[in-house]
């Protein structure tokens, strides 16, 4: 009896030790979707922000751009840019809301919320759109936004996350 006792503690000890091998999950290989320009004019508010608790809030219109890519490509017409800056404006949680049509004459409404410095933010993208783009609408859409220098022209990068399917 006191074998197995010794073998149990053995094989339990193997089990969990750290420095055994163990199943890493791998992260998501992402799909290039597309790169979009988007024009920002300059804020609405008078000063150009609104105090807001613990930060200021920007409402910044958008007033044309183009999406390029494997997946999509169109025309942007307009929409709105709202990030809110939190910490003396060195976090920021980007908002957008972007309208248009796709080059082969679709509709769509991308909407985007997420988190970031004032460089460099990543949003989660939701498209409205039918057609033979419907799918994009219940894909998990990850965008990386990069406003240029002057803030004018916002360089968008959106990847799709494969999403598995487990019945």
């Not at 999509?72 to 920021?92: D, K, M, S, W």
């Not at 972007?98 to 080059?103: A, D, R, S």
């Not at 919320?113 to 939701?126: K, M, N, S």
């Amino acid at each position: 009896m006191r074998s197995a006792s010794l073998i149990f503690a053995l094989i339990s000890s193997v089990i969990s030790s750290p420095c055994i091998a163990q199943s890493t999950p791998v992260p998501p290989a992402l799909e290039y979707m597309f790169t979009a320009s988007v024009n920002v004019d300059k804020p609405l508010t008078p000063s150009g922000t609104k105090t807001i608790a613990g930060g200021i809030e920007i409402f910044e219109p958008i007033t044309g751009g183009n999406i390029t890519g494997p997946v999509i490509n169109g025309t942007i017409f307009g929409g709105a840019a709202y990030p809110v800056l939190y910490n003396n404006q060195t976090l920021e949680t980007p908002g957008l809301l972007i309208y248009g049509n796709t080059t082969d004459g679709y509709s769509y409404v991308a909407r985007g919320e997420g988190v970031g410095v004032p460089a460099d933010q990543f949003v989660r993208l939701t498209l409205d759109i039918n057609g033979p783009y419907a799918c994009l609408a219940s894909s998990f859409i990850v965008a990386e936004l990069l406003p240029n220098k002057e803030k004018t022209v916002v360089t968008v990068h959106g990847f799709k996350v494969p999403l598995s399917v487990k019945s």
